[in-house]
């Protein structure tokens, strides 16, 4: 029997997303006991600053010394990872339940297999946050979202285990991760690539990139907490949602204009506006209009940019 009334923790990976959910839940109360990693050097730098955690050279020894086991290795080894443990003929019967779970949002859980097929619990827990392998990770995770794939016990403890990080537990569908984890990217990296766009097209008005970016972050943050305020579609600003048909097909006709696939992904990200307008109460009178001009610029610019790329 356990000495521990709480499952014991053990990672196996100790890059930035481990340091941050080991340090978390350590401070949470919960023992995290093992951790190895490819290095013995990177799973003993996190273990020293954890209370009665101990650095082992082989992730066999994690599986042996904790209850749930977090295989926080890039996506590429979970599988072979996974392949390589040996969970012992008691796993089911173990007081707690043995476990492995990993922090991926693409992968599938069914990666675990080999561990499922020993009689233990597989799962994933992926939180919606991006790790900068930095202190402030522990602060900054709380509030965000933790997406959780797991049956029965398992479930709920990853459920709790979710809450002691001050997150909210999300549940996803077996098979739901891949699409997930790809629409995630408009929250995160696309919203980079957005700014990215933006930055390019003023350089060609003469204005340096940080300029640029001092002009846009404050403008982004100030979207961002009227999204959280008052929803999508009434926090949507600009010519779509005043309905302004002649702002934006001289603003498609002059990306068109520029070449490449300026217009392309205007028109596309309109095309969203213009969806995001129709579910107000009451959408703009042009709306119907504005839909129709970003249809007809669509079916040029598309043309346009896919001949660029095969000119290539
Ligand atoms: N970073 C994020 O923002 C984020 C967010 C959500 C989910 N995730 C998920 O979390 C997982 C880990 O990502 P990460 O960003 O923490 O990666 P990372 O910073 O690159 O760290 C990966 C860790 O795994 C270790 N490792 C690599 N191959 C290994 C192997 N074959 N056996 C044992 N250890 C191995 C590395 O060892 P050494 O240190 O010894 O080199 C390193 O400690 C991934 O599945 C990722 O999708 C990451």
């Known amino acids: 029997m356990s000495q521990y009334s709480v499952p014991r923790l053990g990672f ?121 392998g930095d202190l402030a990770d522990l602060e900054r995770i709380c509030g965000c979202s ?24 999300l549940s996803i569908p077996a098979g739901g991760r891949m699409l997930y984890h790809a629409a995630a990217h408009y929250a995160a990296s696309f919203a980079l690539c957005s700014l990215a766009e933006c930055v390019a097209l003023w350089r060609t008005l003469g204005f340096a990139e940080d300029d640029a970016l001092r002009a846009l972050l404050p403008m982004l943050s100030g979207t961002i907490e009227t999204a959280r305020d008052k929803g999508l579609p009434n926090a949507l600003a600009g010519p779509v949602s005043r309905g302004d048909t002649g702002v934006v097909e001289k603003q498609l006709a002059l990306l068109e204009g520029l070449g490449g696939d300026h217009a392309a992904l205007y028109g596309l990200l309109t095309r969203r506006a213009v969806g995001l307008a129709q579910r107000r109460a009451t959408p703009p009178a042009a709306i119907e209009a504005i839909a129709e001009a970003v249809e007809e610029s669509l079916t040029r610019s598309l043309n346009q940019a896919a001949a660029g790329a095969s000119a290539k």
């Open 12 to 132: 196996i990976g100790a890059g930035r997303l481990a340091r941050c959910l080991a340090l978390s839940f350590s401070r949470a109360g919960y023992p995290v006991t093992a951790i190895a990693s490819r290095s013995a050097a990177s799973a003993g730098r996190l273990a020293s600053q954890i209370e009665h955690c101990a650095a082992f050279d082989n992730p066999q020894q994690v599986v042996d010394a904790a209850d749930i086991v977090f295989l926080a290795v890039p996506d590429d080894s979970i599988g072979s990872s996974a392949h390589t443990l040996r969970f012992g003929p008691d796993a089911a019967a173990h007081p707690h339940g043995k476990a492995l779970v990993h922090c991926s949002g693409a992968s599938p859980v069914e990666l675990l297999a080999p561990a499922r097929d020993q009689g233990v619990s597989i799962g994933g827990f992926h939180p919606l946050y991006l790790f900068s």
């Open 146 to 169: 933790v997406t959780i794939e797991a049956d029965g016990t398992l479930k709920d403890t990853l459920t709790a285990l979710a809450i002691a990080l001050r997150c909210h537990p």
